[in-house]
């Protein structure tokens, strides 16, 4: 089994109960078991088209023996049954379900990018994930998530955006 971390937005209405909804779809994914879920937070769009509301995140962890290629094809499948359009990049969505972390996994292939490629620097998918898995260690920069967390922090404070990746 692996462990998956899983983020979650929304920015459409009914937001809260569309990541609830969600949330219980992921836990019926076979072969797949939902062991943590984050507090949800509503968080400022980022690289949205002007105008847009704000987002409700958070975040899951998952054990899973769902190959992660699988996995993704299943959590754009809860999307899409939640009724998720995709027009327009970064554009409002009703709901968004975004693969993380899978274990240990790095990978670089059309459609799958492991881990997330801005999951270090994007507080709304960080932070929620470092309160369920602060010890879970990304295997590209070898530091933990709260170690990640607290840098992004550190590094908004500074008034920068982005901690090093």
Do not use: K, W, Y
């Amino acid at each position: 089994m692996t462990l998956a971390l899983v983020g979650l937005g929304s920015n459409i209405e009914p937001r809260r109960d569309t990541i609830v909804a969600a949330l219980a779809a992921v836990a019926r994914l076979p072969d797949t078991r939902l062991l943590a879920t984050s507090a949800l937070r509503e968080t400022a769009p980022v690289d949205c088209p002007a105008g847009s509301a704000a987002f409700i995140n958070g975040a899951c962890l998952l054990e899973t023996s769902l190959a992660a290629r699988e996995l993704l094809r299943r959590l754009l499948a809860v999307e899409r049954d939640l009724g998720r359009e995709r027009h327009e990049l970064n554009a409002p969505r009703v709901i968004d379900l975004d693969l993380l972390f899978h274990g240990d996994q790095v990978q670089r292939e059309p459609g799958l990018t492991l881990p997330h490629p801005r999951v270090r620097t994007r507080a709304f998918a960080l932070e929620p994930a470092a309160d369920i898995a602060p010890d879970f260690v990304d295997p590209v920069s070898g530091r933990t998530l709260s170690a990640l967390r607290d840098e992004l922090r550190e590094a908004q404070a500074r008034g920068g955006h982005e901690a090093e990746e």
